[in-house]
C-alpha cells in the first residue's frame, strides 16, 4: 500500500510539474549595457525581450528559442554564432562602426527596435510574437514580424510541418479564402493582381501564428508583394480551421 500510494504521488507530482503555469515579464536590453555610449557615436536600439521567470528546464528552454529568434532581425552578417541577444547587439553595433568608418560623413546612425509578446497561450502551446525594425540606411527601414510557436510540455519549437495535419489540404483552404479576399478569380494566375508568388504557385507562409480567437497567416514585406503594400495577412476563425492541425489551437 505504501508503494502503491507513492506511485500515485509521484505521478500526480510529475503531472503538476508539467503543467506548471509560466509566468512572464519583459528584458529590456539597452546597448549601453556593452558599450560606453557616452563617449562614442553608438546605433540607437530599443529591444523588449520576452522571457519566462519560472525556474524549470522547460523554461529555459522556452527562453532560449525566444532569444534566440529575436537575434535573427540583428544579424546582418549572418551568423550563426550570434545566438545571444549580447553578442547581436555587440554585432549590430560593431556594423555600424564599421561603416561609420568607411563613409564618416554620410551615415545615419543605425536603428534596432525588437519586441517580443504572448500571442496566445493555452495548455499545452505558447504562441510569441517578435516585432522587429531594422534601419541601416536607404530609403528606409525594414520591418519584419516572427511568430514563434512552442510545446509547453517539452518547451521545443513546433515547425509548420508539425502544426498542420496536412499541408495540401489546408493550403487548398488557405488559397480559396486568399483568392476571394483580394478578389483573384479561380482560373487566373495567383499573380495575376500584382502579387509574385514563387513559381506562379500559391504557398503558406513561413509565419503561422495564433491569437486567442484567430488563426494568423502572415506574409511579410516582400515576401508576396512590394514594400509599399507592407505585410499581408489572412486571418481566420480558430474554431473553422482547428481540424486542420496537429495540436490544440483552441
Request: proline share 2%.
Amino acid at each position: 500500500m505504501k508503494f502503491i500510494f507513492f506511485l500515485v504521488f509521484l505521478v500526480c507530482f510529475s503531472s503538476c510539474e508539467t503543467n506548471e503555469s509560466l509566468t512572464f515579464q519583459k528584458r529590456t536590453i539597452a546597448i549601453d549595457d556593452f558599450f560606453d555610449c557616452q563617449t562614442t557615436d553608438c546605433a540607437i536600439t530599443e529591444i523588449f525581450l520576452l522571457e519566462s521567470i519560472t525556474e524549470n528546464e522547460m523554461s529555459k528552454k522556452i527562453n532560449l528559442e525566444i532569444e534566440k529568434t529575436a537575434c535573427t532581425a540583428l544579424n546582418l552578417e549572418d551568423d550563426s554564432s550570434l545566438s545571444t541577444m549580447e553578442k547581436a547587439v555587440q554585432s549590430f553595433n560593431n556594423s555600424y562602426q564599421e561603416m561609420k568608418k568607411e563613409f564618416p560623413e554620410e551615415i545615419i546612425p543605425y536603428e534596432a527596435s525588437i519586441n517580443c509578446d504572448i500571442s496566445f497561450q493555452n495548455s499545452t502551446l505558447l504562441s510569441v510574437l517578435i516585432d522587429s525594425y531594422i534601419f541601416t540606411g536607404g530609403a528606409h527601414g525594414s520591418g519584419n514580424s516572427t511568430y514563434l510557436n512552442m510545446n509547453l510540455k517539452t518547451g521545443e519549437v513546433i515547425d509548420n510541418k508539425n502544426l498542420i495535419k496536412n499541408n495540401i489540404e489546408f493550403s487548398s483552404f488557405a488559397e480559396k479564402a486568399f483568392r476571394k479576399i483580394h478578389e483573384i478569380p479561380e482560373n487566373t494566375s495567383i499573380n495575376s493582381t500584382g502579387f509574385f508568388f514563387e513559381n506562379d504557385t500559391f504557398v503558406l507562409p513561413t509565419n503561422i501564428g495564433l491569437t486567442d480567437t484567430h488563426l494568423i497567416l502572415l506574409y511579410n514585406q516582400y515576401e508576396i508583394s512590394s514594400y509599399a503594400e507592407g505585410a499581408i495577412e489572412l486571418k481566420f476563425n480558430k474554431e473553422k480551421v482547428a481540424e486542420y492541425f496537429s495540436v490544440n489551437i483552441l
